[in-house]
């Protein structure tokens, strides 16, 4: 079997403790299975970039990270790609801020990563590179003659051309991560995307829903959902509906019903609508007042970046305003925590409510939505309100689906949810199960690695243009380095033997 390297931004290193975020959780499950090297951002900061990167080693993973500087850490992480990239693929372009200087930084930072990542590489290996961070990294290993094949996965959603345009930088954005072999997205929307951004920004030609010529080369699209291990999740929200720490919140409730959130802190993630939208559920019915109560985790994340700060003084304000304005002495309708709380206590705590209330402005997936069904109890399960702009929406669409712009809306929703009766919960919960039950990270990374063989396969057996290089894939794995070249080779991918010239 090839080995698998990993390639993201954020590595949750077993020596950094827990970190919450939909990437880590995805791919954590399937390296402990598969094994592998797994290489990216440290987490540290410091002030000189190392010249080699720092190895450690949990079961059969291989982790190697690099520090980041501090001016690396302010314009390619927090200004570039959480502050530029990060909403303008969410679709909300007014919130990016662009300078040239934080571009450059970005591009630096992604030709480092190639430089110390090609050391480690050896022949077979497959690269699978994770997210906007790393859009440019496929065409700077390219550009050190790295001829494996390159799979990229996308976990945020692709915006439209139209949004896309205002990005100074797109054009070659687009251009770079045409490098890669195969480029997987969320959903089809977003691929969709993509596809006609490749065509009007970097002149390739899409010849079928899933194949894109560009420079001589094909390049595969697909769409890969990205799932969780729905029967463990459920076995830990089960094992800790009895823990201490669920039943202190249970016996903290006094009998009222709960709605929960869970998310980082986000301005994709909806939290001020949603607060606003559960002012709207306890102005219009008396009789819901003071028989719930909504537990909002909303973990500090990305804390330096500007827009992220601002929210948490809104959400701070609208908190203190809602608890204030409604509450009575007796009765706190909201508790807002913005501490990150352990995966155990989540599942617990999701096992315990009524409600899941998961309602991002728009989400390349949105895993606690997944989290939220698993973590049910078949008998008595709670409701889930979900936004339709939420990628997961479109695998579970027997939740009760909301546009998080419609306050309304949302407070109608929560009404229903909260008066729906054991046989209709019972009925929507066992769709929402079956689309998630057969489904986990490892198969999710399985048809990723296998559909990443066979855009190499084909692209070998393609007539070669002048000028164009071979690419040399899944030659038997040798534990001597890596011969960065790209001459001729005889590969065998997908059980058959090929010839590149
Ligand atoms: P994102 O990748 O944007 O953070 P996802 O919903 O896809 O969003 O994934 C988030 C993951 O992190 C889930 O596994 C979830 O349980 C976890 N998580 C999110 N917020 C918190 C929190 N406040 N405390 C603990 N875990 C969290
Ligand atoms: O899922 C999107 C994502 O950006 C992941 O890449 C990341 O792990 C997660 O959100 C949390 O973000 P960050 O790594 O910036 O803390």
């Known amino acids: 079997m090839n080995r698998l390297v990993v390639v993201s931004n954020r590595v949750p290193l077993p020596s950094a403790g827990q970190q919450a975020g939909g990437l880590a959780v995805a791919l954590d499950g399937l390296m402990e299975k598969r094994g592998g090297l797994w290489f990216g951002w440290s987490g540290i900061v410091s002030p000189e970039a190392a010249t080699e990167p720092k190895v450690e080693s949990a079961g059969a993973v291989d982790y190697a990270t690099i520090d980041l500087t501090p001016e690396e850490h302010t314009r390619y992480y927090n200004n570039f790609s959480n502050g530029m990239l990060w909403p303008l693929l969410h679709t909300m372009p007014e919130m990016m801020k662009f300078d040239r200087r934080d571009a450059k930084v970005y591009r630096a930072v992604n030709d480092r990563f190639a ?14 590179v994770h997210d906007f961070h790393l859009i440019p990294l496929a065409a700077a290993l390219r550009a050190r003659g790295v001829t494996n094949p390159i799979g990229f996965f996308l976990h945020i959603p692709f915006a439209s ?5 205002a ?8 251009r770079d991560l045409l490098a890669a072999d195969l480029i997987g997205f969320q959903t089809d929307n977003d691929m969709g995307n993509f596809a006609a951004a490749a065509v009007s920004f970097a002149g390739a030609t899409r010849t079928s829903p899933t194949t894109l010529m560009y420079a001589g080369r094909r390049v595969r699209l697909g769409v ?24 202190r919140l249970k016996t903290s409730l006094l009998g009222k019903k709960l709605i929960l959130g869970v998310d980082r802190l986000d301005p994709t993630k909806g939290l001020m609508q949603r607060l606003w939208a559960y002012r709207r559920l306890l102005e219009k019915h008396d009789d819901i007042r003071r028989n719930v109560t909504l537990l909002q985790i909303a973990a500090t994340s990305r804390k330096e970046v500007v827009s992220y700060k601002e929210l948490r003084d809104d959400l701070d304000h609208e908190a203190g305003g809602l608890n204030a304005d409604l509450g009575e002495p007796d009765w706190v309708p909201l508790r807002l925590l913005s501490r990150p709380t352990v995966r155990q ?71 229903q949810a909260l008066r729906m009766g054991l046989a209709e919960r019972q009925s929507r919960w066992r769709s929402l199960w079956e689309a998630i039950e057969h489904r986990s990270p490892v198969v999710w990374g399985r048809s990723f690695v296998a559909s990443l063989l066979r855009a190499t396969a084909a692209t070998a057996r393609m007539p070669r243009q002048p000028g164009v290089p071979a690419l040399a894939i899944d030659r038997p794995a040798a ?14 991918a997908t059980g058959e033997k090929i010839r590149l010239n």
């Open 345 to 415: 206590a989540v599942a617990g705590y999701m096992r315990l409510s009524r409600v899941g209330l998961v309602t991002p402005l728009r989400d390349g997936m949105n895993l606690v939505a997944k989290e939220y069904v698993a973590a049910q109890n078949p008998a008595d399960p709670g409701v889930l309100v979900l936004s339709r702009f939420a990628g997961a929406a479109r695998q579970l669409d027997a939740a009760l689906l909301v546009n998080p712009h419609d306050t309304d809306a949302m407070a109608d929703a929560l009404d």
């Open 167 to 174: 990005a100074p930088e797109v054009a070659s954005l687009v």
């Open 224 to 247: 890969f959902p990205v799932e969780i291990e729905a029967h463990s999740f459920a076995r830990m929200a089960a094992e800790m509906e009895q823990s201490e720490v669920c039943q």
């Open 161 to 165: 051309p139209d949004v896309l345009g």
């Open 479 to 492: 534990a001597a380095p890596v011969r960065l070249t790209r001459e001729p080779a005889e590969l065998t």
């Open 115 to 128: 430089m110390q990542l090609a050391t480690l590489l050896q022949p077979g290996d497959l690269i699978w």
